[in-house]
Structures are given as structure tokens and as C-alpha cells.
């Protein structure tokens, strides 16, 4: 078992400026004092194990991350529940996701007490980073690099292994529902290619299509399959769901283009324990613009760790657009899981699942 060591910073963030800095984060503009760090050889396995305060990188520009794109990343975050409490949500399932990311982009994999043990002597370090606005959270970004130096295409035999924390509020500004473009010109993910590992390349090459989404007033881009152009995939960072004029919730299924959301699966697990029907299958785009204006789907929702669950108002494309209910406000299905969600996320609720972990302090 690899042993941490703590180098603290010797220059805090005094209280008055963290309270600052915390009164209305912008999504992933702050960050904490400190930040883990793993080290990887093919010779010595994942070592050098260390919290240290939070610094740039210094890496040769001959790294292979640089060229090759080996980077993988994940997000979750760290609650600050009842009587102070910290907790974490299904960070297991997370470093499962993480390894499985690694195996796809030929990386090594970080072991999951290593993925655990790294978030939680941060979180130990950087515990009074961790709102207490049941609005905002501590969000979390391991990821980890490729850093040999070489130029060639091959599996790189060094990697750096980060988490850095930032304290967020909500991922989208504002309230009330989103407007989302539909992108019929630009595709997310293909099968066999790397839809369902959470990596770099795949966020890069949304920005463009998010950028029209952007130019058409929208705040996040709608994917279809990239074999048709006919099924829904997933958005730019994040799942879909709709509801039907029945209760009913439907998503389109994995297979290997959608990232296996872990709030995606909470929301399926969850809603199923409410007594809700929550369903898996192919949705198709006009299947969904038909039943949206003829009241067959009342309540769109996009979901994902940052998005938590944020209502989807509106669907724009370039030959018209189509609201779900009244294009503005969050339905009553969708108020109703995310209120059960967020309960559960912080303690408040209880957990028949087991997916709540307290951090000791």
C-alpha cells in the first residue's frame, strides 16, 4: 500500500479570502491550496505518492501527452452534509470508470484504493475548502497524463496521476431550463472508437459544435449516432432523459458511444426505487420533436456530476425548434429526482444503496 506524504503549503489561504473566493464560485475558476499527486514507471508501478501544494507543471516538451493524447480524466464531487459531515458519492464507481478509461487509451491503471486514498488525504488536507451552501460543492478532477519523453507512437511508459479540487456552484448560470442545439453536422462518438472512456480528445472535439450551439443561443449541443443521424447519443458534456405525458423516463441505452454516467445510472437505480418506470432504449430525434409538440413528452433533462440534473426547456435545430412543457421552468418529475438525488448526495436521505461514504477527518 503506497503511503502518502504531506507537504503543506506555506502560504494558506487565510479564512476572510477562502470565504471570498467561495461566496459565488464560477464553475472550475477556484481552487484549493493543495493538490495529490502519483507517480508511474513501468520499473516501480504507481510510487512517490504525495499531497503538495498546488503548483504548476513542469513537463518536457517532448512529453508524450503533448503528441499523443494520453489523458484521461474524471469528475465527482465532496458534500458537506449534516452536522458538518463530508461525504462522498459513489467514488468507487468512479474509479472503476477511471481504470476502464486507461485500459481503452492503453494507460496504466491507477488501482481503486489509490483513486480512494489520493481524494481522501486531499479532502483531509483541504477539508474547510468544502461549501456549506447546499447549492455549491467541492468538485473533484483526477486525471491522469502520459509524461515520457519520446517522440513516437507508442503506450507511454511514465504517467502522472492528479487530483485537484475546486469549489463550484451550479455548472450552468442562471435558473430555469436550458435551451440545447441539436448538431446534425457534427458527431460525438462512433462504435469502437473511445465514446465510453472519459478522455480529453472526446471534449475537444465537442468545442466546435458547442460553439455553435453557443452562436444559436443555446448552452450545450445534442449528439446524434454517428452511423444514421438518426438516434439521440448523448450532449456535449453530459446524458439526456426524457419524461413522458405518462411519468415514464426514457434515455437512450449504452453501447459503447455514451459515457457511462454515473449519475445517469444513480438516476435509473433511484427512480426505479421511487416507483417510477425508468426505461432504456433507442430514442430517435423526430420521434422526440413529434412527441414534444403534441404533449407527449412533457419534461427534458440533462444529467451528469457537474449538470447534477438541470431542465432542458427548449430543442433547437436548423429547420425549427420544439419546448418541453412550457419551455421554461423544471417539471415536476424532474424536480422530483433531483431533490432525491441531491438528498442523498449529502447524507440527508436515506441511502438504501450504499453509496454515500463519509470521510473521516
Not at 426524457?242 to 454516467?261: N, Q
Request: with cysteine; net charge neutral.
Amino acid at each position: 500500500m503506497v503511503e502518502f506524504k504531506i507537504e503543506r503549503t506555506t502560504t494558506p489561504t487565510s479564512a476572510e479570502q477562502r470565504q471570498a473566493l467561495m461566496a459565488d464560485p464560477k464553475f472550475g475558476r477556484v481552487f484549493t491550496d493543495h493538490m495529490a499527486v502519483i507517480r508511474y514507471t513501468d520499473e516501480k508501478g504507481w510510487h512517490d505518492a504525495k499531497i503538495i501544494p498546488r503548483q504548476p507543471l513542469q513537463i518536457d516538451p517532448a512529453s508524450t501527452v503533448l503528441h499523443y493524447g494520453q489523458e484521461i480524466f474524471e469528475g465527482l464531487k465532496a458534500y458537506r452534509g449534516k452536522g458538518g459531515a463530508i461525504t462522498l458519492f459513489r467514488p468507487e464507481a468512479n474509479a472503476a470508470r477511471f481504470a476502464a478509461s486507461a485500459r481503452r487509451l492503453s494507460m496504466a491503471e491507477l488501482p481503486e484504493e489509490l483513486f480512494l486514498g489520493a481524494i481522501k488525504e486531499l479532502l483531509k488536507v483541504d477539508h474547510d475548502w468544502v461549501p456549506s451552501n447546499p447549492e455549491q460543492s467541492l468538485y473533484l478532477r483526477p486525471f491522469t497524463i502520459s509524461n515520457e519523453v519520446f517522440l513516437g507512437v507508442k503506450r507511454a511508459n511514465e504517467y502522472l496521476f492528479i487530483v485537484l479540487a475546486s469549489p463550484v456552484g451550479g455548472y450552468f448560470s442562471g435558473n430555469g431550463s436550458i435551451p440545447v442545439w441539436v448538431s446534425e453536422t457534427y458527431t460525438r462518438a462512433a462504435p469502437g472508437g473511445t465514446g465510453e472512456a472519459k478522455c480529453g480528445g472526446n471534449y475537444a472535439a465537442s468545442l466546435l459544435p458547442q460553439q455553435e450551439a453557443a452562436d444559436h443561443g443555446c448552452s450545450q449541443v445534442l449528439f446524434l449516432d454517428a452511423k444514421e443521424r438518426r438516434f439521440i447519443d448523448e450532449m456535449g458534456g453530459m446524458n439526456v432523459m426524457f419524461v413522458r405525458k405518462d411519468g415514464s423516463v426514457v434515455t437512450p441505452p449504452l453501447g459503447g458511444t455514451i459515457l457511462r454516467g454515473i449519475t445517469r445510472d444513480s438516476i435509473l437505480k433511484l427512480g426505479r426505487k421511487m416507483g417510477l418506470t425508468m426505461v432504456e432504449e433507442p430514442v430517435a430525434i423526430e420521434d422526440v420533436f413529434k412527441a414534444a409538440a403534441a404533449g407527449e413528452i412533457t419534461e427534458a433533462f440533462a444529467c451528469g456530476t457537474a449538470a447534477v440534473i438541470s431542465p432542458i426547456g427548449e430543442f433547437r435545430r436548423e429547420s425549427g425548434s420544439v419546448a418541453f412543457g412550457d419551455g421554461k421552468t423544471a417539471g415536476p418529475v424532474t424536480m422530483k429526482l433531483r431533490t432525491a438525488l441531491c438528498g442523498l448526495q449529502r447524507g440527508e436521505e436515506p441511502d438504501p444503496f450504499g453509496w454515500v461514504h463519509s470521510v473521516s477527518l
